[in-house]
């Protein structure tokens, strides 16, 4: 259960959390139109809160309105300013961050030109999504039976309301059946990605993870760990994975806001490597929390403060 906090940003009002309501006619219930984004504040050593890559999550909200023909009423410096207010107004010096971009009540039907396109800013405090014993030990994964969306039957790199329920489907599937977290495959039968993550592999000291064209969300922390990677002097290779290259790896691990770097120990009950977090990837998941919490500086045009 989210713990409340006191305060929601509504179009440019701070709402009391439990006024932050919406009409049941709001076309996104019904049709699944819209775009949100996923985003981490992280105290960090020197007792500032910052938000990690602000610009380019707000940035990516647009990209999203832009592939769904949505027209956020607010500009990007609004809503960046929205995320910061969001985490003072309720004394938050961590937490998670949720802008929503999303279709308003009015007209019912699919067409609904005319509805407002509403904006809203979320925050909750979040701590590790998959838990901090998956951040340590790793976890276990399983192939699913949903594919991902094929690219021209959706877009995979909006990061749309409707197309989760993809996700909700096979993360469901996962955890029925035992495991963490789902793999899902594309309609080609090449790896995709998590539910709510990017995933890399790790072989003979090389990484590689799905390219752009693959219908993948174009994740933020997918590129912070290659930029880390290539820093660290590890070769990543961006291309197809199919799911032997998986069982064989010598280590997987999965990217993500909320999943953070978390390692994979076991996909489709076959031990990844030695069954135990490998060392690129124990090197790299190191490097991302002293980069988010402050004890490496090495990318301050990263960070946002708030
Ligand atoms: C389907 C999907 N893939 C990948 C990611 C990882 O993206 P990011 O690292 O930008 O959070 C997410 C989370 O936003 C996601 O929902």
Known sequence: MVEKVEKIWMDGQMVDWDQANVHILTHTIHYGLGAFEGIRAYKRADGSTCIFRLQEHIDRLFDSCKLILMQPEFTREQLMAACCDVLRINKMDQGYLRPMIYVGDGA??????????????????WG?????????????????????????????????????????????????????????????????????????????????????????????TRDTLITLAREEGIAVHEGRVTRDQLWLADEVFFTGTAAEVTPVREVDNRSIGTGTVGPITKRLQARYFDIVRGSDASHPEWLAKV
């Open 108 to 125: 019912m039907g699919i067409y609904a030109p005319d509805n407002a396109h509403r904006s809203t800013v979320i925050a909750w405090k």
């Open 128 to 220: 590790a999504y998959l838990g901090e014993e998956a951040l340590k030990n790793g976890i276990r994964a399983k192939i699913s039976s949903f594919g991902r969306h094929h690219i021209n039957v959706s877009l995979a790199k909006a990061k749309m309301m409707g197309q989760y329920t993809n996700s909700v489907l096979a993360k469901r599937e996962a955890k029925l059946g035992g495991y963490d977290e789902a793999v899902m495959l594309d309609t080609n039968g090449y790896v995709s990605e998590g539910t709510g993550e990017n995933i890399f592999l790790v072989k003979n000291g090389v990484i590689t993870t799905p390219d752009l064209s693959c219908s993948i969300l174009a994740g933020i």
